[in-house]
């Protein structure tokens, strides 16, 4: 592992970034150009101390999923993020649709959306990031492994994944959007590919998706949907998308009618995911350490 260059390139990301860059206050002593190293390492869901060691060229040999913390933290491009992973003598990820780095157009927009509940998912239905009101209104969804990576397998073979939706209507609707979805994904990417891989694990373990798989239905877009939070109670919400069709991730933002009672909810949710926030980067997680 390149030691000195890997130290010298997050150095220069991470001082090229500004607070404002990644939605934190700039505070009034700020001295550091750019971010703080212990402002990346909360970015990046990691100790202060770790992050520290790895930029001072002090630290083991990074994982795969350090890295793609680190690269999501300092918001860098596909070709970035390819010369972190050279740098630490990891293979370069392959650029697919079930590819989990974010751009920063899309990570920039996320920041600025901290007090809504947004995520960005795959073409996999992988969730790759979320908003704090998210997590809050949704749960933590970006930490599951294999098959239940993806938002569709949980949906059709997981215990308790449809509890939020209010009723079996709306159950049964957001049911043929994933299985549309992740049929387009199948056509474009085939059946050796991880949506091949995926549709058949759930055709051999779900009877459910088995029976919409042969409907062929494909184009089906989310709309208003209906929900029982346990904290706040029922609601109703827009769903709307913003395609990143470069990185083929897309953007999915829940949104309320403005003066209703959805509306209310959602601003009592805010601030459930807001003091979540505050939460993590005053006591940041030492796991990945």
Not at 41 to 58: C, F, H, I, K, Q
Request: net charge negative; aromatic share 6%; with cysteine.
């Amino acid at each position: 592992m390149d030691y000195e260059e890997l130290s010298d390139f997050l150095r220069k990301r991470r001082e090229a970034l500004q607070p404002e860059d990644v939605g934190l206050p700039r505070g009034r002593r700020r001295r550091t150009p750019g971010l703080r190293r212990e402002e990346v390492a909360a970015l990046a869901v990691m100790s202060t101390d770790y992050y520290g060691r790895l930029e001072g060229g002090r630290g083991p040999q990074p994982s795969t999923e350090i890295l793609a913390a680190i690269a999501r933290a300092l918001r860098l491009t596909l070709d970035e993020r390819d010369h972190l992973y050279l740098l630490a003598r990891h293979g370069v990820p392959p650029r697919t649709a079930g590819g989990d780095h974010v751009s920063p157009g899309l990570q920039r927009i996320m920041d600025r959306l901290a007090d809504t509940p947004a995520q960005v998912f795959n073409r996999l239905g992988e969730t790759l990031l979320q908003t704090p009101a998210d997590v809050a209104f949704e749960g933590e969804l970006t930490n599951f492994e294999g098959h239940e990576r993806s938002g569709v397998y949980r949906w059709f073979l997981t215990e308790g994944g449809r509890d939020l939706y209010a009723d079996e209507a709306v159950r049964a609707q957001h049911s043929r959007v994933l299985v549309a979805s992740l049929r387009s994904a199948y056509a474009v990417d085939g059946e050796r590919s991880p949506a091949g891989r995926l549709v058949r694990a759930l055709l051999d373990e779900s009877a459910e998706f088995r029976r919409l798989w042969e409907v062929h239905e494909v184009g089906i877009r989310h709309g208003i949907k209906r929900f029982v939070h346990p904290v706040v109670g029922g609601l109703e919400l827009h769903c709307q998308l913003l395609d990143d069709l470069e990185q083929q991730q897309t953007l999915l933002v829940f949104t309320a009618a403005p003066g209703s009672v959805s509306a209310e909810r959602l601003e009592l949710l805010s601030v459930i995911g807001s003091q979540r926030l505050l939460g993590d980067r005053m006591g940041v997680p030492t796991d990945r350490t």
